[in-house]
């Protein structure tokens, strides 16, 4: 027979002991953390370097559902999300702290889960842990990340700099993070109709694995430094491309345009979309939870930058008050409409 589960009960530590137990086998990776966790506040020293905050809430049944998100998953995409906006001001990120507030419904074993995918993601990019706090809440789970990086002065990208006839830069793919949501809410219902819970995702690993498990894009960050190109603006793709276009061409009411062939996009984003009867350019633009950066770079760059495959030019920065325009696959000229956060703010 069997051994059946153990669940401990978060009462048995207690608050503190919960928390060092959680972290006793984070190890510091970087000279710069001076003081990690343990004491009432972490410290951090950069030299000569400027430091950069990002910070992110995610609440349950809002920003994420447990019915089908694993819980190590979410901790490692946790990390993905505030560390991606570390990397959009061309950054490099370098600690992390966090607080949680669990109901009693989570065991110690439910936040072991979470913190190994926390600790998986900070580990394999040499990010240290360096606080974390823990609360209760009456309304199921939500956590807080503070991320926090480092950069040259010369090397700092804000959304703000893009200058006209830049080129815009898109690392990786797009859409695919939010066809594989749809994958994962279908199977749901289709198991609160059924109570079959045998879903069918065989194919689909990849749809998948960009919605639950994103991954910072830090080594686009490394190459540009490599290839020693310094972006003019950068920002985190988080809500869909035309959302974060409009992000950096807004301080000056810029223009730009975009091509709907050069937009990077996974066959098997297209086929699944297709199956289910949408249009994949339009997920790509307003779909959201890429996670990629977008970024502009002056044309002299492009000769830099046209090989690397993770690297895709898309269009160009327009003239003020230009107009932001998709050219379509067939030749013609579609205004662009941000979905996301500016057009709620309008």
Request: charged share 25%; net charge negative.
């Amino acid at each position: 027979m069997e051994e059946e589960n153990v669940r401990n009960e978060i009462s048995q530590l207690g608050k503190y002991n919960l928390i060092h137990h959680l972290l006793d086998q984070i190890k510091i990776e970087n000279e710069s953390t001076v003081v990690g966790v343990g004491d009432d506040a972490a410290v951090s020293q950069f030299g000569d370097k400027l430091t950069v905050t990002a910070n992110k809430l995610f609440v349950e049944n809002v920003h994420f559902d447990l019915t089908y998100f694993p819980l190590k998953h979410l901790g490692f995409k946790c990390v993905t999300i505030v560390l991606t906006d570390i990397l959009a001001m061309n950054a490099l990120p370098k600690q992390l702290s966090l607080c949680l507030a669990v109901s009693n419904r989570f065991s110690i074993e439910a936040l072991e889960e979470f913190m190994t995918g926390v600790r998986a993601c900070c580990h394999y990019y040499k990010v240290d842990i360096s606080a974390m706090d823990i609360t209760s809440s009456v309304a199921g789970m939500s956590v807080s990340m503070t991320a926090v990086g480092e950069v040259e002065k010369e090397r700092l990208v804000r959304r703000s700099g893009a200058k006209e006839n830049e080129l815009i830069c898109a690392t990786g793919d797009f859409g695919a993070a939010y066809t594989g949501l749809l994958l994962l809410q279908r199977e749901k219902q289709i198991f609160e109709t059924t109570h079959n819970s045998d879903p069918d995702f065989e194919g689909y690993e990849y749809l998948l694995e960009r919605q639950l498990k994103p991954e910072p894009r830090i080594e686009i960050i490394q190459k540009l430094r490599e290839l020693d190109v310094v972006p003019t603006a950068m920002t985190a793709v988080s809500e869909g491309i035309a959302t974060s276009l409009f992000h950096l061409c807004m301080p000056d009411t810029l223009g730009c345009t975009i091509y709907e062939g050069k937009i990077p996009l996974a066959q098997l984003t297209f086929d699944t979309l297709r199956k289910l009867k949408i249009v994949a350019t339009t997920v790509a633009l307003n779909g959201g939870e890429d996670y990629e950066l977008l970024f502009t770079i002056r044309q002299e760059d492009y000769e830099k930058v046209k090989t690397e495959h993770e690297i895709a030019v898309i269009g160009y920065i327009g003239e003020k008050n230009g107009g932001r325009n998709l050219i379509s696959n067939d030749n013609k000229q579609i205004e662009l409409k941000a979905q996301g956060f500016i057009e709620q703010e309008k």
